[in-house]
């Protein structure tokens, strides 16, 4: 608790919100023509010029003469982060604004609250082991941070959770398509389970999987073979390599490590992934600003023998595997399985509090042959690749001499991920079905009955999926990570600058939940 308040204390005097600079005041007033709005400027002491400014996530300039200036927004705004650049120094500042009978109502927001909702949501999920709550309590507490701190507003600030931020986590078309993708492969995943194909991959890989640590090794494998996508691995590794690894007694908490630990870092450094467009855009669009000639995939390649996260983490977890080594709560988990038979800590339904996984045994008398998941498994990956050659297959980037490895992976990342993972799943589906219906394994009705338990298994998940997203939302309404950017900000020597970069990374991806995010926000900021 005293090294939490250190931090706190140390991140208080440290937001720009209390650095010394020329900016004092920042008001807005509305025009007497139309609905536009102005943003005023008043700098003490009085400077004159012509100044980059960004309010919010649009980039500007502004004139200021005897230290007043003026910018005109397109619409009024309650929430305005504003960074301007005066001579040199970079100045942060973020207000509510609230139009009421009595005038413009300004609040001034220090920057170091942003980062509080998410604090707060991992410090409840620690202490409480409760998610859902955790998340919940941290996207109210932003709310009410983003409400200017008013008690008065606190129920308002509640229901805001749900028609703001939930809603918006919800109509983000993005977010609708991983939930649709995670609902579909969740259908199939139950359909391949009732129709003996799982109980048949598990006979077929006991073969080389003959103990925890080929199963675990396996899994690995698994992992890193399906390394275009890493919700795809995600999903489709963790539902396939469950029985086995359930079967020689390693815990749940092993099982999410080892899929969670290859899924993103294999995603982040293979030359062909849906990772790749927006790594190139956000490299392509700081090069431009910069002046840097260097192609945005070339500076991606070179860039790649120093991803040592990504690469030391897929190690690492190859070296826990063959040492058959454990640390701490993970020892405790791995004892606890091995020694009982619980994979999971608790209840042994904990991992499955609807009942409906263990709902989802072989048809029995049927015969389970591996290929009835094989198949459609193999579908997903297949048709996730033809997606996303075919939604980003351009003739541009055969031109540009760089290669047929450069070329495919700019196809790769300029493609439609989404749209792919859409194509993937239902395709899957589709196949899983028509192989058990053919087999006469299950009637079309018992198989939809069973596709929607699949999909009601994956309810949990998805709740949790729609609480982060709703999170990251808050903390984009408050600028988290832009303050933890600015912190950064100045005369930093190269030599620190890794360091540097790595930490802001860690506190920018752990308070937000987005490496995307991350990437957005670093990748202009460090280049």
């Not at 109502?105 to 604090?119: A, D, N, R, Y």
């Not at 303050?483 to 600058?497: P, R, V």
Request: charged fraction near 15%; charge should be neutral; proline fraction near 4%.
């Amino acid at each position: 608790m005293r090294c939490c308040f250190s931090l706190l204390l140390s991140l208080f005097w440290l937001s720009p919100g209390f650095a010394q600079d020329p900016v004092t005041e920042i008001r807005v007033t509305q025009q007497q023509a139309g609905e536009a709005f102005q943003l005023l400027i008043q700098t003490v002491p009085a400077v004159e010029g012509t100044y980059p400014i960004q309010v919010n996530d649009a980039a500007d300039s502004v004139v200021i003469k005897n230290g007043r200036g003026s910018l005109a927004l397109d619409k009024f705004r309650e929430l305005v982060y504003v960074n301007i650049q005066i001579n040199g120094a970079s100045i942060h500042r973020f207000y509510r604004f609230e139009n009421s009978s009595e005038g413009m109502q300004k609040t001034s927001i220090p920057l170091w609250l942003s980062i509080l909702p998410p604090l707060v949501a991992i410090l409840l999920a620690l202490v409480f082991k409760e998610v859902i709550i955790s998340l919940f309590t941290g996207i109210w507490l932003g709310a009410f941070i983003a409400h200017g701190l008013s008690f008065s507003l606190l129920l308002k600030s509640l229901l805001k959770v749900i028609d703001t931020y939930i809603v918006q986590a919800l109509t983000d078309s993005g977010h609708i398509s991983i939930i649709v993708f995670s609902l579909l492969i969740g259908g199939m995943v139950a359909i391949i389970s009732r129709n003996g194909g799982m109980a048949g991959i598990v006979a077929k890989l006991s073969k080389y999987a003959n103990s925890a640590k080929n199963s675990q090794l396996i899994t690995w494998l698994l992992g890193i073979a399906i390394f275009f996508d890493d919700y795809a691995n995600t999903l489709i590794v963790g539902n396939t390599m469950r029985p086995v690894t359930d079967r020689f007694r390693i815990s749940r908490e092993k099982l999410a490590y080892i899929v969670d630990s290859t899924a993103a870092p294999i995603a982040a450094v293979a030359f062909i992934s849906t990772w790749i467009g927006a790594e190139l855009g956000y490299i392509s669009d700081a090069s431009k600003d910069l002046g840097i000639q260097q192609g945005a995939y070339s500076m991606f390649f070179h860039s790649l023998q120093y991803s040592f996260y990504p690469i030391l983490t897929l190690a690492f977890i190859y070296f826990l595997i063959i040492q058959q080594r454990d640390f701490g709560p993970m020892l405790k988990a791995e004892l606890r399985a091995r020694s009982t038979g619980k994979v999971s800590d608790g209840d042994p339904q904990a991992n499955d509090p609807s009942g409906v996984l263990h709902r989802l045994d072989p048809v029995k008398g049927k015969a389970q042959h591996w290929y009835n998941a094989f198949v459609p498994v193999l579908v997903v990956i297949t048709v996730t690749i033809i997606g996303l050659v075919y939604t980003g297959l351009q003739a541009e980037p055969w031109d540009d001499g760089e290669g047929f490895l450069a070329n495919i992976s700019v196809v790769i990342g300029n493609s439609d991920s989404y749209v792919a993972l859409l194509w993937s799943s239902l395709s899957g589906v589709i196949v899983a079905t028509l192989m058990t219906v053919s087999a006469r394994i299950m009637p079309l009705t018992h198989t939809m009955e069973t596709m929607l338990e699949g999909i009601k298994a994956m309810i949990p998940a998805i709740a949790i999926l729609i609480l982060a997203w709703s999170l990251a939302a808050v903390t984009d309404d408050l600028h988290t990570a832009k303050f933890l950017a600015s912190i950064s900000e100045g005369n930093i020597s190269a030599i620190w600058l890794p360091l540097i970069t790595f930490i802001l990374a860690a506190l920018i991806s752990f308070s937000t939940g987005s490496s995307w995010g991350t990437m957005a926000m670093l990748y202009p900021l460090i280049l």
